[in-house]
């Protein structure tokens, strides 16, 4: 019985694992659609597809809180999120959006990825993990795959647009890392979706405001004009609800069962599904190139997951948080 248990959890894990992973390619697909600048007229602008992404989360989330209240007589009052996890998740909403106003897909997919690569296993490091030697060599294959992937679409990328992803792949990786410790996923995705709300009203009030004050700068130029429609509107919900709200709270699930490393690497997998998803839904083109790079990525992710690591002790004194 308890190898039957030890099986269904496994199996729920890898099951939460690829649904999360296929909402993050969803998320990028609809970011795509709706925040593209080769759209005329513009479907919508980034400080209000931020806002109504993150708002769309907190509601959905906020009902299905509800209704997981009233079947259970479980306390969750542990389980709130944090302000820094909401803070980590408004930082990455918005600088995501703006970047992407910026840079092309394939520069700021690898800016946004190296960063939550580089970030997770900074701070996993320092926490004490450690990696094997076949641990390595998977990690580092599975990034030259998502580097062979984007590197030949590559050109000198707007500074601004580089400093502003590579902060949300850091604020991505602290939020998961976050979220190892989750003890109730859905109530601390939902709480922090939540507390991220403050945030959002500062971001439209900074966005009215700052035109006014100034007009100097490549941000403002971006943020001067408010742009709404009904399509930008329901890709923003859609990214908020299902692919935000619902699949951040499955990642948390997800999490209690893979080392830090382990997240870290398979969220190379996104682009490569994102990929996909553009093929079915944006009329792109499959290329043997992409399928060299999927290959690539999946061989160097089976070598991290199948690689026993080994951790050193922790200091007695060392704290918890990241």
């Given amino acids: 019985m308890s190898s039957l248990s030890a099986f269904l959890s496994r199996f729920s894990i890898a099951l939460y694992t690829l649904i999360a992973l296929v909402a993050f390619a969803a998320n990028s697909v609809l970011c795509r659609m709706a925040l593209s600048t080769q759209q005329t007229p513009a479907l919508i602008d980034p400080s209000s597809f931020t806002a109504i992404r993150l708002i769309a989360g907190a509601l959905v989330l906020w009902l299905l809180m509800l209704l997981r209240s009233t079947k259970t007589t479980v306390s969750n009052s542990a389980s709130r999120g944090s302000m820094f996890a909401g803070a980590l998740l408004f930082i990455y909403a918005v600088t995501f959006s703006y970047a992407y106003v910026l840079l092309d897909t394939a520069t700021g997919a690898l800016i946004l990825f190296a960063a939550v690569q580089i970030s997770m296993m900074l701070i996993s490091y320092f926490q004490g993990q450690r990696l094997t030697l076949l641990e390595w060599i998977g990690a580092l294959l599975a990034f030259s795959g998502f580097a062979y992937l984007v590197l030949p679409g590559v050109s000198a990328p707007s500074m601004t647009g580089l400093v502003l992803m590579a902060i949300s792949g850091c604020a991505w990786g602290g939020y998961t890392l976050l979220g190892k410790k989750s003890v109730n996923p859905l109530f601390d995705t939902g709480y922090n979706f939540i507390r991220s709300l403050p945030l959002v009203v500062v971001m439209i009030l900074v966005v009215w405001l700052l035109p006014q004050l100034t007009s100097a700068t490549q941000l403002v130029s971006i943020s001067q004009v408010t742009v709404l429609s009904a399509k930008g509107i329901l890709l923003a919900v859609l990214s908020g609800a299902m692919a935000s709200g619902i699949g951040y709270a499955l990642w948390y699930q997800a999490l209690r069962g ?13 682009p490569v599904i994102a990929a996909v998803g553009g093929i079915l839904f944006l009329d792109e083109v499959i290329s043997f190139h992409l ?32």
Avoid at 258 to 270: D, E, G, K, P
Wanted: aromatic fraction near 4%; proline fraction near 2%; charged fraction near 5%.
């Fill in 291 to 322: 399928g060299v790079s999927a290959g690539i990525i999946f061989v160097g992710i089976a070598l991290v997951i199948f690689a026993k690591s080994h951790p050193v002790s922790q200091r007695s004194g060392q704290k918890n948080g990241i």
């Fill in 258 to 270: 893979l080392t830090s490393t382990h997240a870290a690497v398979l969220q190379l997998t996104v």
